[in-house]
Structure formats: C-alpha cells, structure tokens
C-alpha cells in the first residue's frame, strides 16, 4: 500500500494573513482561554448550526468531556486494541472502564467475533 505524502499549498496572501494572526495570539501573551477562543467557538458553533461549540486544550479533553456529558462513570467501554492511547485514557479519567477488543488484520478494525464475546463476558459480568 501506498499512501501519498501531504503537501498543502498556500498563496502569498494565506501565508500573510496566518503570519499576522499568529502574531496576534503571541503579542496578547495568551495561547488558550482567550477573547479569541470564545470567538472561535462562536464561529464554529454557526458553521455546525448548533447553539454551543466547546474549545479544548486536547482530544483527549475533548474524549472525555464527552464521555462524562453521557454518564460514562461506573460503566465499561469496548474499544479496539489498536486504538491511540488518548482513548482509555479520557475513559478511565472519566471513570469508565476499558476493555480492548481483537482487531482485524485486514482491516484494522474491531473483531466482531471478539466484540461478540467481550460483550457476553460483560454481561456475565466477567470483567
């Protein structure tokens, strides 16, 4: 398999403007929780056409905000093995517990035979 290599092109123009706001963010001596953080969320809250957007320091703040907002705690998650360490984490911070599953060779994807089987053991409340 052959995956091509990034190569993103800027105009003269781009490149002056992410030069300036750069600049910006440094001069006010505030890189998060700043007047342009809320205006960030503001923008994109509109472009998603919801209410309210949230700015986080990390995904993996991000992962677990999420799993607290769905009462995460006390409960088990499924996850694939060969997920980025982010993930079981953010659930463990949360108060979860994790279970990885098989993944596929072919396909890197969870196992559903496994996944079938975690979720038995979970039930019989094995883990």
């Known amino acids: 398999m052959k995956i091509p290599i990034l190569k993103l092109s800027y105009t003269e123009e781009d490149i002056l403007f992410i030069k300036?706001?750069?600049?910006?963010?440094?001069?006010s001596g505030f890189l998060t929780?700043?007047?342009r953080v809320k205006a960030f969320e503001k923008q994109f809250?509109?472009?998603?056409?919801?209410?309210?957007a949230?700015?986080?320091n990390s995904g993996t703040s991000s992962l677990e905000i999420i799993l607290r907002a769905i009462g995460v705690e006390g409960k088990t998650v499924v996850m694939p093995s060969?997920?980025?360490m982010a993930t079981p984490l953010a659930t463990i911070k949360a108060g979860g517990r994790v279970i990885f599953?098989?993944?596929e060779r072919e396909s890197l994807q969870m196992d559903p035979r496994d996944l079938k089987k975690k979720f038995v053991q979970i039930q019989l409340r094995l883990y």
């Open 33 to 35: 929780m700043s007047s």
């Open 101 to 103: 599953t098989e993944c």
């Open 20 to 27: 300036d706001e750069i600049e910006k963010v440094l001069r």
């Open 54 to 56: 949230l700015g986080t």
């Open 45 to 52: 809250a509109a472009f998603c056409g919801v209410k309210y």
């Open 82 to 84: 060969n997920t980025f």
